[in-house]
């Protein structure tokens, strides 16, 4: 299974990101795996930040929750993340992963820096 993030790379603070995984190798539907966003601020540890699982049930960080929505295309494969109200400390390397007893498979990881 591989997962490609995309996305600008440059985000205006107020403004909503939006990023999309697609999956490749395996169903975003197949039971028992949960597909996921992850960050990592700069000189910080990751974040956990959301996931959806096969039945298109979606669970959040209570941190993130109120600016966060995870969403899913079945017909493309893919999942997307969309983060309002965005701020300089929503800059991060934004990954989105795989999980079946664990986050086993990442993306590459995409760069999201937010300025205006």
């Known amino acids: 299974v591989q997962l490609q993030e995309s996305g600008p790379g440059l985000v205006k603070p107020s403004e909503t990101l939006s990023l999309t995984c697609t999956v490749s190798?395996?169903?975003?539907?197949?039971?028992?795996?949960?597909w996921g966003w992850i960050r990592q601020p700069p000189g910080k540890e990751p974040e956990w930040m959301g996931a959806?699982?096969?039945?298109?049930?979606?669970y959040y960080n209570p941190s993130l929750k109120s600016r966060t929505s995870i969403s899913r295309d079945t017909s493309k494969n893919q999942f997307t993340l969309q983060l309002s109200s965005v701020a300089p400390r929503d800059t991060a390397v934004y990954y989105c992963?795989?999980?079946?007893?664990?986050?086993?498979?990442w993306g590459q990881g995409t760069q999201v820096t937010v300025s205006s």
């Open positions: 992963a795989r999980s079946s007893q664990g986050w086993s498979t």
């Open positions: 190798g395996g169903s975003i539907t197949t039971n028992s795996v949960v």
């Open positions: 959806i699982d096969a039945s298109g049930t979606t």
